[in-house]
């Protein structure tokens, strides 16, 4: 599947194959081959060995998390399907497209598997990963048999064909609808309380991880920073980016947007060309055992003009206001309004005229999940939630600058995993 980070360039680059030019073309080729690289990437070592995967304790520990949170929302089960939370709770890593693959988790006692019967080898051999997983109780259907109906099988010989079954939020319609159906005396709910209660609140470990993400991501912006020159288009940049995170270990893209296109958000898919004074934003990151990070620059390539340095200004205060307000106890929306002051007050409001999207998001094994610093959230923030801060500033016609940087809510504030930019024309400092 395309990206986000991917599909403006996308779109860019078939607009604009005539404007790459035949060198730009060939060095993009050597890059993305590894035959040559500019000396701020070549230097750049993998830290890969830095990254220690989540052990199947953790993952133990999790489950005993959820059923407890699971019993304190009067859930008597969880299903789970391919995505994320399957991942967070298991380890397991599943496609299926429109066949039937879950896991439902019980309050009390063990789980079970529900499996197209072709899968069974594939779904054994990551079960034995698994918490449990030595011998998993394992419920296959043919092709010609209805999945739903060994999931309310599966409910019943557990005892809950009655009670109350959480549905994982991303889990499509058609699913629920058919245990529904096949489970008419099973009330059908929501498992956030559950998959978000345990997901939000991040470990030692967790952290880690995320920290040298951000820490990726911010030492392969910096290269590529140092290797722009006038005459690249966003796909040139894009190949720098991705050969810059082959070399420091991890998968990870950006997505690049270039002088007016800055004015919006997530960039605009007509083709961009870099050119003496142009301002420049990146955005997005890695992924380090599972965990994202997602890093937004905003610089110029020469001389910034007085303008764009005032609205720097003004955004990174509004990142210093936010991180301030971060603290637990704190209100998501309250953070999002610490930051929104400080631009409203700088000239760029109301509201949402310039600063035209929430504060920022919770990160994890998502690159977007909860909780959500946005106006009117009452969710408190606790001790180890880790979050994105990203005010930002948009002018249409003209630029935008964001800074986006991690957040770590500690016992007694927050933290930024990264260093903040210095400037426009010196986002990282003298090499």
């Not at 073309?25 to 990437?41: D, M, N, R, W, Y």
């Not at 946005?374 to 249409?396: D, F, H």
Request: with cysteine.
């Amino acid at each position: 599947m395309i990206s986000r980070r991917r599909f403006l360039e996308a779109g860019g680059v078939t607009a604009g194959v005539a404007m790459a030019s035949h060198s730009l073309v060939s060095k993009a080729a050597a890059q993305e081959t590894g035959a040559s690289l500019p000396p701020s990437l070549a230097k750049l070592q993998s830290r890969k060995s830095e990254a220690t995967p989540i052990s199947k304790e953790e993952r133990q520990a999790r489950q005993d998390r959820a059923r407890q949170l699971m019993r304190e929302n009067a859930l008597d089960a969880m299903l789970l399907m391919e995505g994320t939370s399957l991942r967070y709770f298991t380890g397991i890593r599943w496609w299926g497209g429109e066949r039937l693959f879950a896991l439902v988790m019980p309050a009390i006692g063990e789980g079970f598997y529900v499996c197209p019967t072709f899968e069974e080898g594939r779904a054994r051999e990551q079960m034995a990963n698994t918490p449990g997983g030595e011998q998993p109780d394992i419920r296959v259907w043919q092709e010609d048999e209805s999945p739903y109906q060994r999931v309310a099988q599966g409910l019943k010989d557990r005892g809950i064909s009655t009670g109350k079954l959480g549905i994982e939020e991303t889990v499509r319609f058609v699913f629920a609808d058919g245990i529904r159906k096949a489970a008419p005396q099973t009330t059908i709910a929501s498992a956030t309380p559950v998959t978000a209660g345990c997901r939000m609140i991040k470990s030692a470990h967790e952290v880690a991880l995320m920290r040298l993400a951000a820490q990726v991501t911010l030492a392969a912006y910096e290269a590529v920073f140092r290797s722009l020159h006038p005459g690249m288009a966003q796909r040139d940049v894009s190949n720098l980016i991705d050969a810059a995170y082959r070399q420091l270990g991890f998968p990870g893209e950006a997505s690049v947007m270039v002088d007016e296109a800055t004015a919006y958000p997530h960039g605009l898919a007509a083709p961009q060309v870099i050119r003496e004074g142009s301002i420049i934003m990146l955005d997005d990151g890695c992924t380090v055992e599972g965990y994202q990070s997602d890093i937004t620059r905003t610089f110029v390539l020469g001389k910034a003009s007085d303008k764009m340095n005032r609205v720097f200004d003004i955004v990174l205060r509004a990142q210093s206001a936010a991180l301030a307000a971060a603290r637990p106890g704190a209100e998501c929306g309250s953070v999002d309004a610490a930051a929104r002051k400080v631009v409203t007050d700088g000239g760029y409001g109301p509201d949402y005229k310039y600063f035209t999207h929430r504060l920022g998001h919770g990160m994890g094994v998502d690159g977007h999940e909860w909780p959500y610093l946005v106006r009117g959230n009452p969710t408190k923030l606790q001790a180890n939630m880790t979050t994105s801060n990203e005010p930002g500033i948009y002018i249409r016609g003209e630029f935008g600058v964001r800074i986006e940087d991690d957040m770590h809510v500690t016992e007694n504030g927050a933290e930024l995993f990264t260093p903040k930019p210095l400037s426009l024309e010196d986002p990282f400092g003298k090499a």
